[in-house]
C-alpha cells in the first residue's frame, strides 16, 4: 500500500485526531493530535491491511519559537510483511510536555521514549520505567531543546569530579599495550 493510501485511512478511521498530511520526497507524514496516539497505534499496528509490527524510530522535535504546539514526537512505521512505511507526527504542547507511551505495542519503543525524555523532556505517561538513558540521574535539563545553553549548564555537574577520581583509580588496571 502506497503511504498516501495509509495516510487516508488513518483520516478515515481518525477524523479528528488528523491535523495534515504532509508529503515530502515520497515521504508522508501524518501529523496528528498526542490525545489518542495509543488507539491509532493499536489500529495500525493490529490492522491486517497495514500490519506496522515495527517501530523503525521514535524521536523528538523541538521547534522553539517556530511553532505551536513547541514539540512533536516522530514515530517512523514500517511493515515486515507488507513493506510499507508511515511517518506519524504527535503534537506536543510545552505547557504539558506528555503523551502516551507506545511501549505495550512495540517493545522496542522502551529505549526510544527514554532517550526522548532525557533530551527533551517529554514524558511518556505509563511508560514501564522512565528515567534517564544517555545522562546521569541527577543532570539539570534536557539538552536537545532549542533553549539548552549552548555550552552547557552554567554550573559544572556535580558527580564531574567523581567520574575523574574514578577514572585516576581504575588507572592502573588499564592495558598499556
Known amino acids: 500500500m502506497e503511504p498516501l493510501e ?3 485511512k488513518i483520516k478515515e478511521k481518525f477524523p479528528e485526531e488528523v491535523r495534515e498530511v504532509k508529503e515530502f520526497r515520497e515521504q ?6 498526542r490525545d ?3 488507539d491509532i497505534a493499536t489500529w495500525l499496528h493490529d490492522d491486517p491491511d497495514l500490519n506496522f509490527d515495527f ?3 521514535l524521536c523528538g522535535v523541538d521547534y522553539f519559537r517556530k511553532k505551536d504546539p513547541r514539540f512533536e514526537v516522530v514515530y517512523t512505521l514500517y511493515s515486515t510483511k507488507h513493506h510499507h512505511m508511515i511517518r506519524l507526527r504527535a503534537e ?6 506528555s503523551i502516551e507511551s507506545v511501549t505495550n505495542i512495540w517493545k522496542g519503543a522502551d529505549w526510544h521514549e527514554r ?10 505517561k505509563d511508560h514501564p520505567d522512565l528515567r534517564r538513558i ?5 543532570w539539570e535539563g534536557h539538552p536537545l531543546r532549542k533553549d ?3 555550552k552547557g549548564p552554567e554550573e559544572e555537574w556535580k558527580g564531574f569530579l567523581e567520574v575523574l577520581e574514578t577514572a585516576e583509580r581504575l588507572k592502573e588496571y588499564t592495558w598499556k599495550g
Open 148 to 150: 539548552y545553553p549552548e
Open 28 to 33: 508522508v507524514s501524518v501529523i496528528i493530535r
Open 55 to 57: 517501530l523503525k524510530d
Open 92 to 97: 506536543v504542547p510545552e505547557e504539558d510536555p
Open 6 to 8: 495509509i495516510a487516508e
Open 36 to 38: 489518542r496516539i495509543r
Open 115 to 124: 532517550e526522548c525524555f532525557d533530551m527533551y523532556g517529554i514524558t511518556f
Open 134 to 138: 544517555l545522562l546521569p540521574e541527577d
